[in-house]
């Protein structure tokens, strides 16, 4: 049995703690103290916030986001286009409203949550981060993080590992030109550790029953041969299902989409030692391989741990179908993101990965 060193399951800890640092919360925060991050106070529906132009800091509405706060209230039905995004095929014809994101320091994860209240049609919402360039300044073209998973009103959100502190932009958007709403963002700071399931975490403490009877490891749902199916939700990279190869290889088996309006990944954690090759070969839901009788429409992508690096474009045979191979890897945690092959695409798709890890 080959079980991936970092992981001591029945503490539902790591031996060595630094590792998943990214994935944490503070990184001060030990199991049993009071790891919440206070929450600021709440805003009222005549609380309307979020400036039109993004490097307009002086607007009072901009209201710098400093810690945890819920239902912020923007109304981009009275804000024009100031905005055309440049985060791959994502595209922003709506009206924009943005606030400032104040990161008091690297590795600090937030997630965003974007609920649609009220619109007089569809949306198509998109949520993004933008990266303060020089002296702070907001620049569409240092696209950071975007969410655009759904249409009609869907509800977007993503999670977000800082990789230095300073100030960033949060975007509230529409895919839809000359279409805004009346949004609800929620801004949460989930601390791994505390023993409670904060906002964005899959499980937190040692109660096996989150991840269906499956342990949690720091804050992560794992899949292993005794529970091979993906623990929802994964669909963001803090709340990415850990996977616990044993003799080298492990078959998952999950589903994406159905929805009806979004068409979310899935998001899964691995180990690779030093040199060691990997190989990933996607099936259908009943275990068929994938081939040209049996195509299964998903894309698998290789990232690294912090989901900001893809490690190449992704990979497919002459018949269609995903796959993973690379060799004499540099050891590490890496991330498997795994979507709809077309970005339009939101119906249900149930697959299987069979992984391989050899020296």
Request: aromatic share 6%; charged share 25%.
């Amino acid at each position: 049995m080959r079980t991936l060193p970092f992981l001591l399951l029945a503490a539902c800890s790591v031996s060595d703690p630094s590792i998943l640092d990214p994935l944490r919360g503070d990184g001060g925060v030990t199991p049993g103290e009071d790891g919440e991050v206070p929450m600021e106070d709440m805003a009222t529906p005549d609380d309307t916030v979020g400036a039109n132009l993004c490097n307009d800091l002086d607007d009072p509405l901009s209201a710098p986001i400093a810690a945890p706060r819920e239902q912020i209230v923007i109304d981009t039905r009275t804000a024009t286009d100031s905005v055309q995004l440049e985060c791959g095929s994502v595209t922003t014809p709506g009206p924009d409203r943005f606030l400032a994101l104040e990161v008091g320091s690297p590795q600090e994860i937030w997630h965003f949550h974007l609920i649609v209240k009220e619109a007089d049609g569809p949306v198509n919402p998109v949520l993004y981060l933008l990266q303060g360039g020089s002296q702070d300044r907001c620049d569409a073209r240092n696209c950071f993080q975007v969410s655009d998973s759904c249409v009609e009103s869907g509800e977007e959100h993503f999670a977000f590992i800082a990789p230095t502190g300073g100030t960033w932009f949060v975007g509230v958007d529409s895919g839809a030109a000359d279409t805004g709403a009346l949004f609800e963002l929620n801004a949460y700071r989930p601390v791994c550790g505390d023993g409670v399931r904060d906002h964005a975490e899959s499980c937190d403490g040692e109660d096996d029953a989150l991840c269906g009877g499956a342990p949690c490891v720091d804050c992560h749902c794992v899949v292993n041969d005794a529970f091979p199916s993906e623990k929802a939700f994964n669909d963001t990279i803090h709340e990415a299902n850990l996977l616990e190869i044993d003799d080298g290889d492990l078959t998952l088996t999950g589903a994406i989409g159905g929805t009806g309006r979004c068409n979310f990944p899935d998001y899964y954690l691995l180990e690779i030692e030093d040199q060691q090759d990997l190989e990933m070969r996607l099936r259908t839901g009943t275990g068929l391989p994938c081939d040209a009788d049996h195509p299964v429409g998903l894309q698998l992508q290789l990232q690294s741990k912090d989901g900001i690096t893809d490690l190449r474009a992704p990979q497919a045979d002459a018949n269609g179908c995903a796959f993973i191979l690379e060799e004499d890897m540099t050891a590490g945690i890496y991330l498997l993101k795994i979507t709809h092959a077309d970005p339009a695409d939101r119906s249900s798709i149930g697959y299987q990965v069979a992984i391989d890890i050899t020296p």
